[in-house]
């Protein structure tokens, strides 16, 4: 229903407000753990590599 | 394939490209594989929506230049998967690409092929959907329309199917990759096809005769620029 | 992530410039954030849930910025560039996916109270929706295929037909609105804002929400960078140990 324009009155959509920062920081917040969380398991392969390295050497 | 001795000056453009849709279009003749198959979806695909969609005759005449296309895009996606997909399973592509032309001419080829078997399913839903839609499609300049949007969405389609056959589950991607891309040449080719079966007057549909052509420079343009990137080895 | 153990030998620390930039970033969003909520003035038609415009067009022009690399970075990898510039398209389609992604979501909470409906057919959200479309598909390319030179040039020829393809959907459904649809479906997102009749403050937050959300995607591309920059390194080394070296 189009939103009908009260002289006086301004609807108090606050919470849908809300509702729309949740998503857009929850969507940002998603895509960067997805990143630090690829990240954190990089760095373990990178030890397991190392460590298999060392392990070959001795 | 003709046993041919090499030929001492590269073979002309068209002359590969002719060669290369006359391939296709000769096994076409012979196995009928692909046709039978674009055909049958495109009546499935017919049948189904009628049913889902359950139009009244209203509805129908409204929704008919949608059906055309629609059953069009799903005809020829299907086509257009076995086309690269028949060159790289029996190891043609490589013969192909060894051979001194161009390599454009494989694109073009390919293309043209494509084309012919587009509009062959066309041809054919022209009539049927006229006497399924009770709405006549048979305008001069439907048949325009006809050939600009199957010409755009086989252009781009040849390139990404090109694509779409090295990869892992290239059935289900080409479809995905290819669809958003064609929406372009969707859009004025419906709203074209919907103006004319309505009667509307030429003048009124010009923009999206023009939104077609340009769509159709722009997308054969780079698909033939970006061809060879695509099957260089 | 800038940690103060011992890096393990083979991971490069993060070079300060990364550092000093995502600090930069996160106090330009909190300061967005700000302004958005607290220096903009309310908007009179809608209340308070207009701003959630701000992010949304800015995300929305990341986006766009994103995919325009994408191109550039695809052309450069095409004529020669080398493997840097695939790493950097793939990067850049990753990012302005999520970026788009929290467009295309946060765009409806907006529209129901700005045009009375979460979504319209008209151009601009249509080719939102067939870039979103298109770089998901990117990337599904990208994970079928095995050859890492046949994935890098399949990339950047896809980024580039699918760009244009943006904006000729773009163009194709703005004319649906000139000549069928006489009365505009609902205004655009561009005219909403002269519409609503943007006070300075209201510009002003607009404004910084896109330079802050240009400095987000740098951030999180030059991130995801290095990130695949690791994770050919992690590959390569797996490699070398597999084949007993």
């Known amino acids: 229903m189009p939103v009908l324009l009260i002289e006086s009155a301004t609807p108090d959509t606050a919470l849908f407000l809300l509702l729309g920062y949740a998503i857009i920081g929850g969507v940002g917040l998603i895509y960067v753990i997805s990143l630090l969380i690829r990240q954190h398991n990089l760095k373990r392969d990178l030890e397991i590599i190392e460590r298999l390295q060392d392990d070959e050497r001795e | 394939m003709d046993s041919q001795p090499r030929p001492r000056r590269p073979v002309s453009l068209i002359r590969a490209a002719a060669a290369i849709a006359w391939k296709d279009l000769r096994a076409e003749l012979r196995s009928k594989e692909t046709l039978s198959g674009m055909f049958v979806f495109a009546l499935l695909a017919i049948l189904i929506f009628s049913f889902a969609l359950e139009f009244d005759r209203t509805g129908r005449a409204a929704s008919a230049a949608g059906m055309l296309w629609v059953t069009l895009v799903f005809a020829g996606t299907l086509g257009l998967g076995r086309s690269l997909g028949r060159e790289k399973d029996q190891g043609c592509l490589d013969g192909l690409l060894l051979a001194p032309v161009d390599r454009s001419a494989l694109y073009f080829g390919k293309l043209a092929g494509n084309f012919v078997f587009m509009l062959v399913v066309g041809a054919v839903l022209l009539p049927l959907l006229t006497i399924l839609f009770d709405t006549s499609f048979f305008k001069p300049l439907i048949a325009v329309v006809l050939l600009l949007g199957i010409l755009g969405y086989a252009g781009v389609g040849t390139l990404i199917s090109s694509m779409s056959v090295y990869t892992r589950g290239r059935e289900v991607l080409l479809p995905i990759l290819l669809l958003p891309i064609a929406l372009s040449i969707l859009i004025p080719a419906v709203r074209a096809t919907r103006g004319l079966l309505e009667g509307l007057p030429p003048a009124e549909l010009m923009i999206w005769f023009n939104l077609l052509i340009a769509a159709n420079v722009i997308y054969i343009t780079l698909a033939y620029m970006l061809f060879d990137f695509v099957v260089e080895e | ?245």
């Not at chain 3, 999520?98 to 151009?123: C, E, H, N, R, Y």
Request: hydrophobic share 55%; glycine share 8%.
């Open chain 3, 1 to 245: 992530m800038a940690s103060r153990e011992i890096q393990p030998a083979g991971a490069a620390s993060r070079p300060v410039g990364l550092t000093v930039l995502t600090v930069f970033t996160a106090v330009m969003l909190l300061a967005a954030t700000y302004m958005a909520f607290i220096y903009a003035p309310t908007e009179a038609a809608m209340g308070a849930v207009q701003r959630i415009f701000y992010f949304h067009v800015g995300a929305a022009w990341a986006g766009a910025l994103a995919f325009l690399v994408t191109v550039v970075a695809g052309i450069a990898y095409l004529t020669g560039g080398g493997r840097k510039w695939d790493v950097v398209g793939h990067a850049s389609v990753e990012v302005g996916l999520a970026l788009i992604t929290i467009t295309l979501l946060s765009g409806p909470v907006w529209a129901q109270f700005a045009w009375g409906k979460p979504w319209t057919w008209d151009p601009k959200l249509t080719s939102s929706a067939v870039m979103w479309l298109s770089y998901a598909a990117y990337l599904m390319l990208r994970a079928g295929i095995e050859d890492p030179a046949r994935r890098g040039r399949f990339g950047a020829v896809y980024g580039i037909i699918a760009f244009a393809s943006v904006i000729m959907t773009y163009l194709g459904v703005r004319f649906i609105s000139a000549t069928i649809h006489p009365t505009v479906i609902g205004p655009s997102a561009s005219t909403a804002s002269t519409d609503m009749g943007m006070t300075p403050r209201m510009l002003h937050a607009m404004i910084f929400s896109f330079v802050t959300f240009t400095f987000v995607y740098a951030t999180l591309l030059w991130h995801r960078i290095r990130l695949e920059n690791l994770a050919e390194r992690v590959n390569a080394l797996k490699a070398r140990l597999l084949s007993g070296s």
